[in-house]
């Protein structure tokens, strides 16, 4: 079966240690999470597969490296408070539950955000909180955030995000470049008004969008 423990052993060796990400925690949250579980039924017989895949309502689940880049950029511990925005499936909170104290994941798509939040109910992680929500405007009741994962790439980060960062706390986000390329970008926090930025690579995301769309549940498969 391709969602089986060897699977994810497999997944973890060759495509995240691999490309130098050597976190114990992260590499043993991304060997827990059932990746499969995340995707439509077609989709799973290539859950492990080094690329991002489909999952409905135009949205993708990220290439397993990206989410663990990602993960590794903002530097998240086992204490750490993370907002991300742009939840999708869920499966990059799922495996920042396995880390972190407490995920707050923002998703402007209502079906998304429904199904998302069953499946993390069914892997009992009660340590994230799957909201449907307009990312942008972050989510100041739990403010601040050590770390802050943006899923969708924008021409700049909004200013809300930022500023709902702990003093030292990091955003990663993709970002769009001149032309039509866009680079993942790490934000640390270093004052009251003073961030550092800082390139990671080239990366392909989809828009990041405003507002709540309360969609239809037979958009999602």
């Known amino acids: 079966m391709p969602g089986d423990a060897a699977a994810r ?3 973890v060796a060759r495509q995240i240690e691999a490309r130098g ?40 689940i990220s290439q397993p490296y990206i989410v663990a880049l990602m ?6 511990d086992a204490g750490a408070s993370v907002l991300e925005v742009g939840a999708g499936s869920g499966y990059a909170s799922a495996v920042m539950g396995q880390i972190a104290a407490s995920v707050h994941a ?18 009992h992680l009660g340590n994230v909180h799957i909201i449907a929500a307009d990312g942008l405007s972050g ?26 960062l702990k003093i030292g ?14 680079a993942l970008m790490l934000y640390r926090r270093m004052g009251k008004g003073d961030f550092s930025a ?5 990366v392909r995301f989809v828009p990041l969008l405003s ?3 309360p969609g239809l549940a037979d958009d999602i498969a």
């Not at 039924?41 to 489909?54: G, H, I, N, V």
């Not at 993960?71 to 998240?76: L, R, T």
């Not at 923002?106 to 892997?123: F, H, S």
């Not at 800082?198 to 080239?202: A, K, P, Q």
């Open 9 to 11: 052993d497999h997944m």
């Open 21 to 60: 990400i050597h976190s114990p925690r992260l590499l043993a949250a991304m060997r827990t999470v059932p990746r499969h579980l995340f995707l439509p039924e077609e989709e799973r017989p290539y859950a492990y597969d080094d690329c991002p895949l489909p999952i409905g309502a135009g949205q993708t």
């Open 71 to 76: 993960i590794d950029a903002a530097e998240i």
């Open 106 to 123: 923002l998703e402007r798509r209502a079906p998304l955000a429904a199904e998302a939040a069953g499946r993390i109910a069914d892997l």
């Open 139 to 164: 989510w100041p009741a739990a403010a601040p955030y050590d770390a802050i994962i943006v899923s969708a790439a924008g021409t700049h980060v909004p200013s809300a995000l930022l500023y709902q």
């Open 169 to 182: 706390g990091r955003l990663v986000m993709p970002v769009a470049q001149p032309g039509d390329g866009q």
């Open 198 to 202: 800082h390139g990671l690579c080239d």
């Open 211 to 213: 507002g709540v769309d």
